[in-house]
Structures are given as structure tokens and as C-alpha cells.
């Protein structure tokens, strides 16, 4: 019996995101905005410039790497969701496919968040439906009460 990957859902994930840049032709940032749109969805963050095609995450430097084409609020949420997501978890895996999803809903809207649960769902992609609370509302409710 052949094992599975523990990253088995990324092809699927990227399969959806290509589709998305396609289909709908957001707007393509550039630096100085895909730096203020990164330190917006998390601060902590580090936004690092690269040269080539790909985008990369670390999540134990809280840093990703962006080139020019890969520029597009998405593909910053996609990347940000990798910084928030414990070593040991599958890169691609449900949880990943959770958080990415609420930085969407937060970050870039309702109609994207809508729109990429029905793309996940009809690709197969696995992640856990639970409420959206926004990050705002989280960051306010964890401030001590006096």
C-alpha cells in the first residue's frame, strides 16, 4: 500500500488559486503596496522581495518572500497563512486551508471567501468549517477586562 504525502492537498490548492488569477484578473500589486497589504493582514510579518517566479513562507521567522509575479493579495494571504501554522502540520493540510480562508474573509472579502470554499469544495480540498471571527474581534477580546 502506497503512503500518501502529508502534503497531499497542494497541488489542489494551487490548481484553485491558478484558476481564481485566471477566471477573475485581480490586480496585481505592486511592491511598495504588496509590502503595506502583508504588514496590514499581519504585522509581524517580514516581507522580503525576491527575484524569480515562486513565493516561499517561514514560520520560524515569520518571513515570506515574494517575487513581482506573484504579487496579488491571494498569494500574500497564501503565504501569511504558512507563518501561522506550526511546524509538524502539513503545508497544504486542513489547518493551513483554514487559516487561509479566514485571511481571506478578513483581508480581501466576502465574495472571494464565498467564492474559494466552493472552489476548495469542488476540488477536493479539505479544511475545517468553523466561524470566522475576525482577527479585530479576537485581538479585542483577549485584552484584559478591567
Known amino acids: 500500500m502506497r503512503r500518501e504525502s502529508r502534503d497531499n492537498q497542494r497541488k489542489r490548492v494551487y490548481r484553485v488559486e491558478w484558476t481564481y488569477l485566471a477566471e477573475y484578473q485581480p490586480e496585481l500589486l505592486s511592491e511598495e503596496k504588496a509590502r503595506?497589504?502583508?504588514n496590514l493582514v499581519d504585522p509581524e510579518v517580514k516581507f522580503v522581495r525576491t527575484h524569480g517566479s515562486a513565493a516561499k513562507?517561514?514560520?520560524s521567522t515569520k518571513r515570506i518572500r515574494m517575487s513581482k509575479p506573484s504579487m496579488y493579495k491571494?498569494?500574500?494571504?497564501?503565504?501569511i497563512?504558512?507563518?501561522h501554522i506550526?511546524?509538524?502540520?502539513?503545508?497544504?493540510?486542513?489547518?493551513f486551508v483554514n487559516e487561509y480562508?479566514?485571511?481571506i474573509a478578513e483581508f480581501i472579502g466576502e465574495k472571494e471567501y464565498k467564492l474559494f470554499r466552493v472552489f476548495f469544495k469542488i476540488a477536493n480540498v479539505k479544511w475545517f468549517p468553523l466561524?470566522?471571527?475576525?482577527?479585530?474581534?479576537k485581538a479585542a477580546a483577549s485584552v484584559p477586562q478591567e
Open 101 to 103: 480562508l479566514k485571511l
Open 131 to 137: 466561524p470566522i471571527i475576525p482577527y479585530k474581534e
Open 86 to 95: 506550526p511546524l509538524g502540520y502539513a503545508s497544504h493540510g486542513p489547518e
Open 74 to 79: 491571494i498569494l500574500i494571504c497564501h503565504e
Open 81 to 83: 497563512a504558512h507563518t
Open 57 to 59: 513562507a517561514f514560520y
Open 36 to 38: 503595506e497589504f502583508s
